[in-house]
């Protein structure tokens, strides 16, 4: 996944050259997940690992288009809108379907060290899939990563199907959608470790992410290099991410 997020970032950088569009297309695929809570509801309410799978054959899909059409050069730029859009919507779904499964894979004993290890293994993919990513670009194309994404997802959605898990715990049926969605922004409002935690991820991501969206200009116009620039710049993020999933793995 992230050497497609890193082939995407400079196939719209190459096809446009333009900084406007790669914010554009970050933003389609970042703006779903304002609505993240009609996820949370949903996983409350389906069986989750279902749910993961569901996401997970869909996401397949869109890299396996998303190849498809650069492969084949009739790719453009507004495809790559709506394509990033897609997997937005997608992930609104896969990630608090798949957050909230870790507690029924490990139980709550284990969990803060799952939290940390999938940390871990998340981090560890920052620096080994943009470093490959930049390579891959290079040598063969933007295509071919995405291609290589849709088949990982094999792997994964084997994985989640082998799985032998005690009976998931009752899902809400009581209260409605809507009373559920009420129910978590009350418990937002009341619980100030939540209230802080949750005012601290926005200000991080709104502050800190525009400068991984904007890293092809940096690669391009002000290091002077091309697409393995871009994957070692984007590696080094992940590096930092990994000390600090590390750090929190060894407090208690």
């Given at each position: 996944?992230?050497?497609?997020?890193?082939?995407?970032?400079?196939?719209?950088?190459?096809?446009?050259?333009?900084?406007?569009?790669?914010?554009?297309?970050?933003?389609?695929?970042?703006?779903?997940?304002?609505?993240?809570?009609?996820?949370?509801?949903?996983?409350?309410?389906?069986?989750?690992?279902?749910l993961v799978i569901l996401t997970q054959v869909l996401s397949a899909a869109q890299a396996l288009l998303l190849a498809w059409l650069t492969l084949t050069g009739n790719v453009r730029v507004w495809q790559l809108f709506y394509l990033a859009l897609t997997l937005g919507i997608i992930g609104v779904f896969d990630m608090t379907a798949r957050q909230s499964f870790m507690v029924e894979m490990v139980g709550k004993e284990d969990l803060m060290n799952a939290i940390a290890l999938n940390s871990s293994v998340y981090n560890?993919?920052?620096?080994?899939?943009?470093?490959?990513?930049?390579?891959?670009?290079?040598?063969?194309?933007?295509?071919?990563?995405?291609?290589?994404?849709?088949?990982?997802?094999?792997?994964?959605?084997?994985?989640?199907?082998?799985?032998?898990?005690?009976?998931?715990?009752?899902?809400?049926?009581?209260?409605?959608?809507?009373?559920?969605?009420?129910?978590?922004?009350?418990?937002?409002?009341?619980?100030?470790?939540?209230?802080?935690?949750?005012?601290?991820?926005?200000?991080?991501?709104i502050m800190n992410y525009p400068f991984i969206v904007l890293m092809p200009v940096f690669a391009d116009r002000i290091l002077g290099g091309g697409a393995k620039t871009l994957g070692i710049l984007m590696s080094a993020f992940g590096a930092g991410a990994v000390l600090g999933a590390l750090y929190m793995a060894s407090r208690t």
């Open positions: 996944t992230w050497v497609q997020s890193v082939a995407l970032s400079w196939l719209v950088y190459r096809l446009t050259g333009s900084a406007v569009m790669l914010g554009l297309v970050a933003f389609a695929s970042q703006i779903p997940y304002l609505f993240s809570p009609i996820g949370g509801v949903l996983a409350d309410r389906m069986n989750r690992r279902r560890s993919g920052r620096i080994l899939g943009p470093a490959v990513a930049g390579i891959l670009v290079a040598a063969i194309g933007e295509g071919w990563c995405f291609l290589v994404n849709a088949i990982s997802f094999l792997a994964v959605i084997v994985g989640l199907l082998l799985m032998r898990l005690p009976p998931p715990p009752p899902r809400e049926r009581e209260v409605s959608p809507a009373e559920q969605f009420r129910q978590g922004l009350d418990y937002i409002r009341h619980h100030p470790p939540t209230r802080a935690l949750l005012l601290n991820l926005g200000v991080v991501s």
